[in-house]
């Protein structure tokens, strides 16, 4: 697979993060800050940038992380990402977090568990490195037979996954949210 330039951004938790991925090198940043993301985004990209010796107009694709996540989180992510592509003319990539980690693995069959809030979790069944089934927002796991990947995936994970997007064909750009509207307010009492 040829080595293009990416930018992927992930601001679908409480941590930022971005990589750019020019030709072979890789460079990144992820971290906790004290401002937003929506605020820190931009000089983060810009920083990247003058890293590796690039300007936008170089990318050959910018990529975000559809989630699952943050709400808001996962919208700044993807408006910046089909912001700037479009400006540029380049293909925005949307990139679960579930396929950040379950990128390259050899297993046959595994799960990929994502830590959501309140001890909740999602999860999604891969066979052979691809989804086998919707993805899943549970408050609690079921019994799993099969191996289980965790973790925090961060924006440089979901540059393999993009890279594959782009040397094939890129899928729709829509965002992934898992958990229903309105699940965190308190139900109101029937009178």
Known sequence: MAMGNILAVDTTGEAFSAALQAGRRVVSVHRVYARPHDETLLPAVDRLLRRAGLSMEELDAIAAASGPGRFTGIRIG???????ALCLGKPALAV?????LAFDRKEERFCVVLEAF?????YQFFKKGRPEGPPVWARELPRLDVPVVTGEPTAARLLGPAQRQLATRPRA???LYLKPAGYERPARPVR
């Open 96 to 100: 679960t977090r579930f396929e950040a």
């Open 78 to 84: 993807m408006a910046y990402a089909a912001v700037a």
């Open 173 to 175: 750009f829509q965002p």
């Open 118 to 122: 309140r001890g909740e979790k999602y």
